[in-house]
């Protein structure tokens, strides 16, 4: 049997997923990313966890896919985010995870493979749609006419730091203190509600803090509106490590304020992932298979 692994590598953990010859799932798991210990160390842990999988199935390893927080370049697999993983920048994990398991290895993106993962649980899909994934950072894709949106360069284009009309005392490592990662990442939520707050953000929407609420809820209007008046997509997935966050809180109050804003563009409809934490190593997992000319 040949397997196909996706990795999707986030700046808290990596998930791990297998895919068998039918695409189906075989073998799901995680470790911390504790990326700060350098690219060796890292690529011998993504080594080793895979072949720990392969022997356990009884497999042969075809493929990897990776999912990485941005920046990464999809065409060298080089990272260059010393912001959420630093230790790995500057590295190509795609030719170190090459040489060490001697399969071909294709890096994109995390948003790009959770959005793969998403639309493949969906078939079909609407041709135009966005993914906004909500965890250590914020990562954007948008996929129009069922490809998704590349820009020239080969770096993912960072649509987490377009701004807001919601401002923190602090500022992002972007340099300002309005973008969306700044403001609704996992990382920047719970931080101000600390700071401000002297609580979680989760105690602050449980005692239906109204400013504290606000704010979320106008900065996520106000990215998915721009977003949408842009790319017109049908609908935006919302996934990531926050998505039970946003799904319980926030979504369906700025699915209100859309609806009042955007029918000049068409309805555009915020949809919580179906395929939930896995969407970025399924996706992953699937660039992998799909490589293999499926």
């Known amino acids: 049997m040949s397997v196909y692994v996706g990795l999707d590598i986030g700046g808290t953990s990596v998930k791990v997923l297998g895919l068998n010859e039918e695409a189906q799932i075989c073998f799901e798991s995680s470790f911390a990313t504790n990326s700060e210990r350098g690219i060796e160390a890292f690529v011998k842990t993504c080594d080793d966890t895979i072949t720990k999988h392969i022997k356990a199935c009884n497999a042969n390893l075809a493929g990897i896919g990776i999912g990485c927080t941005g920046p990464v370049d999809y065409r060298s697999g080089v990272i260059e985010n010393p912001y959420t993983l630093p230790g790995l920048e500057g590295h190509s994990i795609s030719d170190l995870l090459n040489k060490a398991c001697k399969v071909p290895v294709l890096v994109d993106n995390d948003a790009n493979t959770a959005h793969i993962g998403e639309v493949f649980q969906h078939a079909p899909a609407p041709e135009n749609t966005l993914m906004i994934t909500f965890g250590t950072?914020?990562?954007?894709?948008?996929?129009?006419?069922?490809?998704?949106?590349?820009?020239?360069?080969?770096?993912?284009?960072?649509?987490?730091?377009?701004?807001?009309?919601?401002?923190?005392?602090?500022?992002?490592?972007?340099?300002?203190?309005?973008?969306?990662?700044?403001?609704?990442?996992?990382?920047?939520?719970?931080?101000?509600?600390?700071?401000?707050?002297?609580?979680?953000?989760?105690?602050?929407?449980?005692?239906?803090?109204?400013?504290?609420?606000?704010?979320?809820?106008?900065?996520?209007?106000?990215?998915?509106?721009?977003?949408?008046?842009?790319?017109?997509?049908?609908?935006?997935?919302?996934?990531?490590?926050?998505?039970?966050?946003?799904?319980s809180y926030v979504l369906q109050a700025v699915q209100e304020r859309l609806d009042a804003f955007l029918p000049v563009y068409g309805r555009t409809k915020l949809e919580p992932c179906i395929a939930g934490s896995r969407a970025g190593s399924l996706g992953a997992a699937l660039m992998a298979y799909r490589n293999e000319g499926r």
Not at 215 to 233: G, K, M, R
Request: proline share 3%.
């Open 137 to 247: 950072g914020v990562g954007v894709s948008v996929r129009m006419e069922g490809e998704l949106f590349r820009i020239p360069g080969g770096i993912h284009p960072e649509i987490g730091h377009i701004t807001t009309s919601v401002f923190a005392q602090d500022y992002c490592y972007c340099g300002r203190n309005n973008c969306m990662e700044h403001i609704l990442s996992g990382t920047g939520i719970n931080k101000h509600a600390l700071l401000q707050y002297g609580c979680t953000a989760e105690e602050l929407m449980q005692t239906k803090d109204s400013l504290f609420a606000d704010a979320l809820e106008t900065a996520l209007c106000d990215a998915v509106s721009t977003l949408a008046t842009l790319f017109h997509p049908t609908c935006v997935y919302i996934g990531g490590g926050m998505q039970r966050f946003f799904e």
